[in-house]
């Protein structure tokens, strides 16, 4: 059996306000429900979509900036170029270098050519990167969700879960926080009845066992096949009893109920309350699942587009993609040309009015970086 709940439905009397509320807060846990299974699929389909649209022209891309370099530092030898030429060639060696191992594991003569554009070694530089990234990723969760995740979580090989949890910890500590003003007459009032709400909560466990129990009670069951029904059943109930799980026994109870066609509109007020308080916090622990889902590490690729439609991301997630093949293509022409050795300088001379990046500006193939 599953653990969908189950509607009051009207019947020859209105509803009272408890079975208004229960189905009020009934609908909103099915709606965040639904909403965390689409935009699970939703993200999960987009993920899918980038590591076969674009990761793989983003890797490519890295690998032909490497082959780049190499020919540039090697070409840069048998032209002559002007003293700002020569500049803006070290800086776009360094910069192409800098992109690439980002995503490509640079062999030992890589990792000698980016010493000598660079002020640091590669081991340094590598270092520097994580911790970029780290800051990067930490300022991100802080600037879009007021999150502050401890870098030391952030190791080689992080531990997702814990992270997630860090993460859920601090931000129910901040919708909690939303809260902590000076109290008015009302919401004292209403903190009182919430401990009342608990009160009853706590007490509604036991006759709900004890109503259970009544009912499920194999002894009292000539139907062999419904008896055996009632026995796994009861087991489950015992269990729920023991560890204290007012959740689990509703559920019970509420399967039963519509597996059998028993009338939920019979509950009393007292257990409609219990209902009622317990699916409040269930709700409030979907709506926290649901922001998590976007914090979610393994979807850091795609947070640019994670926020749209599935139509529209994907069709940007497409266009990313068509745009690393174009920028990959035009790469390869000047790689072709370099190692043919005609016209060499002005291939290189194209090459740095092309690619190179005036401090401060931005260039379209660091945009796309910036998505991966």
Excluded at 289 to 318: V, W
Aim: aromatic share 8%; proline share 3%; with cysteine.
């Amino acid at each position: 059996m599953d653990n969908k709940l189950v509607y009051i439905k009207p019947g020859n009397a209105p509803l009272s306000k408890e079975q208004q509320n229960f189905n009020r807060i009934v609908k909103r846990i099915e709606k965040l429900q639904n909403q965390i299974l689409n935009e699970t699929d939703k993200l999960e389909k987009l993920n899918n979509l980038y590591n076969a649209e674009v990761y793989p022209n983003v890797k490519e891309l890295g690998s032909l900036k490497i082959q780049l370099c190499h020919l540039l530092h090697k070409k840069r030898q048998e032209i002559k170029l002007s003293a700002s030429q020569n500049n803006k060639l070290d800086d776009l060696l360094f910069d192409f270098l800098d992109d690439a191992f980002s995503v490509i594991e640079p062999d030992e003569a890589t990792k000698e050519l980016y010493s000598r554009y660079s002020n640091t070694s590669y081991a340094e530089e590598l270092s520097i990167q994580e911790r970029y990234m780290k800051e990067d990723f930490i300022d991100m969760l802080y600037s879009r969700f007021g999150l502050k995740l401890d870098p030391s979580l952030l190791t080689d090989n992080p531990d997702i879960s814990k992270i997630e949890e860090e993460l859920k910890k601090q931000w129910e500590q901040k919708e909690n926080g939303k809260k902590a003003k000076p109290k008015t007459k009302k919401q004292q009032a209403k903190e009182e009845l919430e401990k009342q709400k608990a009160a009853l909560k706590n007490k509604s466990i036991r006759s709900i066992y004890v109503a259970l129990a009544k009912i499920l009670h194999p002894d009292t069951e000539q139907n062999e096949a419904l008896k055996l029904e009632k026995e796994e059943m009861m087991k489950k109930v015992t269990v729920a009893y023991e560890n204290k799980d007012l959740m689990q026994l509703l559920q019970l109870e509420t399967q039963w109920m519509r597996e059998h066609d028993k009338n939920i509109n019979t509950l009393e007020a007292s257990t409609l309350n219990a209902y009622i308080h317990l699916l409040t916090d269930q709700a409030k622990e979907l709506e926290t699942e649901l922001q998590m889902l976007y914090m979610n590490p393994a979807y850091t690729a795609i947070l640019p587009f994670g926020r749209k439609d599935l139509k529209s991301a994907s069709r940007e997630i497409k266009y990313a993609g068509i745009s690393y093949k174009e920028i990959n293509k035009k790469i390869q022409t000047d790689i072709q040309e370099l190692e043919t050795g005609k016209k060499t300088n002005t291939t290189v001379s194209r090459c740095i009015r092309d690619y190179y990046v005036e401090p401060g500006s931005e260039f379209i193939d660091d945009e796309m970086m910036d998505i991966f």
